[in-house]
């Protein structure tokens, strides 16, 4: 009943900007924190960004300065807003809601950086 899309992927070159966002729908409580994940093929999924219900966000190393991560209690949802991206940065995308039950995720939206 509970799902996560994402939207905004797409082809960029480099140094360009994306900005993602994922709307959760169905019945979700207590949740903790929303993110961002990425995966690359042959790779581990690997942490993006995450934010708390009360505005706390962390970010991995290789994406401080520019991504930025903002959300929409109210409405379920969150962004990463995604600026100078690199052909590393090349991943599938995915929306991740952290509950105290369980983690919900989204199916990935593709992210493509050429450069």
């Known amino acids: 009943q509970v799902q996560l899309v994402e939207s905004g992927g797409g082809l960029v070159q480099a140094g360009g900007s994306l900005r993602l966002s994922c709307a959760a729908s169905?019945?979700?409580?207590?949740?903790?924190?929303m993110g961002w994940y990425r995966q690359a093929p042959g790779k581990q999924r690997e942490l993006v960004a995450t934010?708390?219900?009360?505005?706390?966000?962390n970010y991995a190393e290789y994406v401080k300065g520019r991504f930025t991560i903002s959300r929409d209690n109210a409405e379920n949802k969150v962004y990463l807003q995604m600026n100078s991206l690199k052909p590393e940065d090349t991943a599938v995308y995915y929306c991740?809601?952290?509950?105290?039950?369980?983690?919900?995720w989204g199916q990935g939206t593709q992210v493509t950086v050429s450069s």
């Open positions: 934010i708390s219900v009360t505005g706390s966000t």
């Open positions: 169905g019945s979700i409580f207590s949740i903790n924190a």
């Open positions: 991740n809601i952290d509950t105290w039950r369980e983690d919900y």
